[in-house]
């Protein structure tokens, strides 16, 4: 009976299997062979076939449908299929975001003027992650459009576990010379909560390592940061790898020829007026073109001294019969500063008064003005390590290629346990620089960029903000929709 039983049953089932199969409409066929054919070229992209049995549940999605994907569309209960529609369509979207953001687009706005006036604070630009290839997520469990921390709730948006090593998708082209690059910030791998700016570095430099880190009360706790996760940062790539990299009084030199310099290159110039009643208004501002955010007067400055005696006046002296303003100028706004007949002085700010270049403490004698020279890492060249060029090379050496570096008391260099004086590189670095030259913490204050830490090249700008106008004074700046961002 059992047996006759069990008959019956697979009579019925298999006719059941057939036209599960031969009742499907062709658009499923279609909808699944066009979702297959992305998820096969997908995993090639990758170089990862480990996903391919992903395609048993596209068959399922599409085809049998023996999971109840939907099952909540059955229910009897309104609320619960609303409810569910909700979770469906934003888990959608979380998806479609996070691979979107992940391997082809990204939005990214301008915070700071280091690339004025090429590109200017409130820019928000499109970035293409496919201009260099896109990498593989360091950290792939994230929470799309959280760069590292969650909004509001302050706690980490992304899982330390799993870590994925550095791998870069094939793009369209690689980083040329004067490109201008998104990267994640090289000195971010290491971040005090409470005080971020200056980096990590700058502050165990300026205040002491144990001061640093034992006291929460300022610096707040120390947090490392994975590549992905670290800050995203845009400069002008000026420096690459191999190159030997110099400037010499603020004029850049490749491998001992001069470049270059960017169409709308900034440096800082001191501007004196005749009369103590006479200033620069909002009008002069605004024809110079310079934000309200780099007018500074002279007379908060903490070298104010150095500035008087730069200016040939004697230190401690009263300078409030003649307003003097530090500017950031391109070479346009200067000849219509000396163009205005109340101005008496315009001196270039010298070098010497930006603070350290990278390595910190070092070389006393660089300033962000005339700076190295210093050869850039390319990957698979042999350096020799010297006392004097390992503080160079120390940080790429140790955090960003995951040596163990060591030097003992009588100077031998040893990585990774064993003796040596030679070292070859793993990666291409680049030199990063704002064309806002001396209102920019750069590859001049932190060093070298990593290959693994460039994240992808802005194409255009879609929306502009001028925080400093009214939204009925030019605060939207239309000129600026679909700009295209170029070399030049």
């Not at 499907?24 to 480990?50: D, E, H, M, Q, T």
């Not at 950290?139 to 590292?148: K, N």
């Not at 690059?181 to 570095?201: C, E, I, R």
């Not at 620089?433 to 060093?447: F, T």
Request: proline fraction near 6%; glycine fraction near 6%; include cysteine.
């Amino acid at each position: 009976m059992e047996e006759e039983k069990t008959a019956i049953l697979s009579e019925k089932e298999e006719p059941q299997k057939k036209n599960r199969l031969s009742g499907i409409p062709k658009s499923r066929w279609i909808r699944f062979s066009i979702a297959s054919v992305a998820y096969i070229a997908f995993a090639v992209w990758l170089g990862n076939y480990y996903i391919l049995p992903g395609l048993v549940v596209l068959f399922d999605i599409y085809i049998t449908r023996y999971i109840p994907w939907t099952f909540w569309k059955k229910s009897k209960n309104k609320g619960v299929r609303k409810s569910m529609e909700w979770v469906d369509a934003i888990l959608y979207a979380l998806v479609a975001v996070y691979l979107i953001n992940t391997f082809f687009f990204q939005n990214y706005k301008i915070p700071s003027s280091s690339l004025e006036k090429t590109l200017l604070v409130g820019d928000y630009l499109f970035v293409s992650k496919l201009s260099f290839g896109p990498r593989v997520p360091n950290t792939p469990l994230s929470f799309p459009l959280a760069q590292h921390t969650m909004p509001f709730i302050n706690t980490k948006s992304y899982i330390e576990w799993p870590q994925w090593p550095y791998h870069r998708l094939k793009g369209l082209g690689q980083v040329e010379r004067n490109d201008i690059v998104v990267f994640n910030f090289p000195a971010g791998d290491t971040v005090a909560l409470k005080v971020q700016n200056p980096d990590y570095y700058t502050l165990c430099y300026n205040e002491g390592r144990e001061t640093v880190n034992n006291n929460k009360a300022i610096f707040g706790d120390i947090v490392y940061r994975p590549v992905d996760r670290r800050e995203n940062y845009v400069k002008r790539c000026i420096g690459m790898p191999g190159d030997n990299f110099e400037i010499r009084n603020n004029q850049v030199y490749i491998d001992g020829k001069p470049l270059k310099n960017p169409k709308e290159m900034q440096l800082n110039y001191y501007v004196m007026t005749s009369s103590p009643d006479i200033r620069l208004g909002e009008s002069n501002f605004r024809e110079l073109n310079v934000s309200e955010d780099d007018r500074f007067l002279v007379s908060g400055d903490r070298n104010y001294d150095n500035v008087l005696e730069y200016l040939g006046f004697p230190r401690n002296a009263d300078m409030g019969f003649n307003p003097v303003y530090r500017l950031p100028l391109t070479q346009e706004a200067l000849n219509k500063l000396k163009s205005y007949k109340f101005i008496t002085k315009i001196v270039p700010e010298p070098g010497d008064f930006g603070g350290d270049t990278y390595p910190l403490g070092y070389y006393k004698k660089w300033t962000r003005a005339d700076y190295g020279p210093v050869w850039i890492p390319k990957r698979g060249e042999v350096l020799k390590l010297t006392q004097d060029n390992l503080p160079i090379y120390e940080r790429v050496i140790r955090n960003y290629e995951g040596n163990d570096l060591q030097v003992k008391e009588d100077g031998k260099i040893f990585i990774n346990g064993k003796e040596t004086d030679t070292y070859q590189f793993k990666m291409d670095y680049y030199m990063m620089l704002g064309d806002n030259r001396d209102n920019s913490a750069d590859s001049r204050s932190w060093g070298f960029v990593p290959e693994d830490h460039v994240v992808g090249k802005p194409l255009f700008v879609w929306l502009s903000i001028d925080k400093d106008r009214g939204w009925f004074d030019g605060r939207i700046r239309f000129n600026r929709f679909f700009k295209c961002v170029t070399k030049d």
